[in-house]
Nanobody, 121 residues
Framework: QVQLVESGGGLVQAGGSLRLSCKAS????????MGWFRQAPGKEREFVAG????????TYTNSVKGRFTVSRDNIKNTVYLQMNGLKPEDTAVYYC??????????????WGKGTLVTVSS
């Protein structure tokens, strides 16, 4: 059974930084694209960032380009999301995702349970 477990969420002031981590169990990690979605209160879940299985390709939603960086460590079976310059509108539950396709994560196969990020103004 594949499990994705997120960590690193919390409360931060606007302009601050957080790093999210997602550790994957099972054998999927080295062959799957990985990434992050988020869901703010009252809104639909949206794609944030993705990275291909070998790390050669990354994709970001426009609102986080230049502020967030997705990376992965295939030895540790972990994907990261470094978030800098956080804004109140980044407040959301962040979900780790795994997709047996490209870095845009158009067809997610596995989801984590989420970690809450709250950015205060």
């Amino acid at each position: 059974q594949v499990q994705l477990v997120e960590s690193g969420g919390g409360l931060v002031q606007a302009g601050g930084s957080l790093r999210l981590s997602c550790k994957a169990s099972g054998r999927i990690f080295q062959t799957y694209s990985m990434g992050w979605f988020r869901q703010a209160p009252g809104k639909e879940r949206e794609f944030v960032a993705g990275i291909s299985w070998n790390g050669d390709a990354t994709t970001y939603t426009n609102s986080v380009k230049g502020r967030f960086t997705v990376s992965r460590d295939n030895i540790k079976n972990t994907v990261y999301l470094q978030m800098n310059g956080l804004k109140p509108e980044d407040t959301a539950v962040y979900y780790c995702a795994a997709d047996n396709g490209g870095s845009r994560l158009n067809d997610v196969d596995y989801w984590g349970k989420g970690t809450l990020v709250t950015v205060s103004s």
